[in-house]
């Protein structure tokens, strides 16, 4: 498989690196939500909508990996807005806007090749994960993170089971896919440690650092949908 050359991509991205510079720039205080800090918060996945449209509606039309990280892109914005005042009662619905995502993730990534170690180590940290939460969660997040953790992990395990590099199948999108997938995963276990056990210290510049990073790697990853599906429908 052929990739396009990274630097080809750079020039659509560069909107997503400002918004996001502007949003630690700014660094609005979460103590007081309003809509424009929302809008802040929100820019940059925005950006990343614009950077997967800037590649004609022809692209998403014939390529549903594609479409589905789109839509997955949709709802993380969704989620990002619900989170701002997730002190006033919205934390759920960010965390169900999130397991959309995650859903929608996963499906794009697809179930080929399998890659059971991945899997299972995948399974080992997921479950690790919600033992060091468990002692700290209580009412419906009990099941909720669980579920949550489910998802997401599933959603890495898709992402990194792309990944073959001992094959030399691998390319630089399903490596960004992969990338993009775990720093996904050490976003969500800061915010869920720094919300349900102890305060992280830096945890919003790291939750955030790591999250937008973790989005444009995998809307970048999008870019070569078309030669993944390809080769699945080959196998």
């Known amino acids: 498989l052929i990739s396009p050359p990274v630097k080809s991509e750079g020039p659509k991205l560069v909107p997503f690196f400002k918004a996001t510079c502007v949003y630690f720039v ?13 809008l802040i ?23 549903s990996s594609a479409r589905k990280i789109l839509a997955g892109l949709i709802f993380s914005a969704l989620g990002d807005a619900f989170l701002i005042w997730q002190e006033q009662g919205y934390f759920i619905h960010g965390l169900l806007m999130f397991a959309i995502t995650h859903i929608l993730y996963s499906s794009a990534f697809g179930m080929k090749p399998l890659n ?9 940290v997921s479950s690790l994960s919600y033992m060091l ?3 700290y ?7 909720l993170v669980a579920v949550y953790i489910a998802l997401i992990g599933f959603m ?7 990944l073959q590099l001992a094959n030399d199948l691998w390319t630089w ?12 995963m050490v976003s969500d276990l800061t ?3 720094n919300k349900f056990c102890f305060p992280v210290p830096h945890s919003r510049a790291i939750i955030m650092a790591t999250y937008y990073a973790a989005q444009m790697l995998i809307a970048l990853s999008a870019v070569e949908c078309q030669d993944v599906e390809v080769a699945r429908k080959r196998t």
């Open 26 to 38: 700014l660094w609005l205080p979460t103590s007081s939500p309003s809509w424009f800090s929302a």
């Open 41 to 63: 918060k929100c820019l940059p996945i925005f950006c990343l909508w614009v950077f997967l449209l800037a590649h004609g509606f022809s692209f998403l039309g014939a390529h």
């Open 116 to 124: 059971v170690r991945a899997g299972l180590v995948i399974t080992a």
């Open 133 to 135: 939460l468990y002692p």
């Open 137 to 143: 969660l209580s009412g419906p997040f009990t099941y």
């Open 156 to 162: 890495g395990w898709r992402a990194i089971a792309g």
């Open 173 to 184: 999108t399903k490596l960004s896919a992969c990338l993009g997938a775990v720093l996904f």
């Open 191 to 193: 915010i869920a440690v």
